[in-house]
Nanobody
Framework: QLQACGGGLVQAGGSLRLSCAHA????????LGWFRQPPGKEREFVAS????????FYADSVKGRFTISRDNAKRAAYLQMNSLKPEDAAVYFC?????????????????WGQGTLVTVSS
């Protein structure tokens, strides 16, 4: 039900915008999150947004560079990534949670999309 896209190859310092679409009718009731999994490492939290979009939360490593947003009318969420660094390279996943706040733990999410690969060249 979740479809992520927008990954690609970008130079360090560049930008990418990831998108995540959800076909379900309950999209506006779900919190959404982005996670990433660097090669050989565990999946980690990046950012989350509440169902209304009023509240967001970011990992310290991306704060000030990444922006999460959503458009409930389009049933879509976005992750704008600026000032990308080589350490941002990973497979990025979007996820949806039935919780109404901004969850950060993997176990707090109920639905996962397939990942999209982000490669950052130095």
């Amino acid at each position: 039900q979740l479809q992520a896209c927008g990954g690609g190859l970008v130079q360090a310092g560049g930008s990418l915008r990831l998108s995540c679409a959800h076909a379900g009718l309950t999209f506006g009731r779900l919190s959404l999150g982005w996670f990433r999994q660097p090669p050989g490492k565990e999946r980690e939290f990046v950012a989350s947004i509440s169902p209304s979009g009023a509240n967001t939360f970011y990992a310290d490593s991306v704060k000030g560079r990444f922006t999460i947003s959503r458009d409930n009318a389009k049933r879509a969420a976005y992750l704008q990534m600026n000032s990308l660094k080589p350490e941002d390279a990973a497979v990025y996943f979007c996820a949806a949670s039935r919780r109404s706040y901004t969850p950060q733990g993997l176990s707090e999410y109920d639905y996962w999309g397939q990942g999209t690969l982000v490669t950052v060249s130095s």
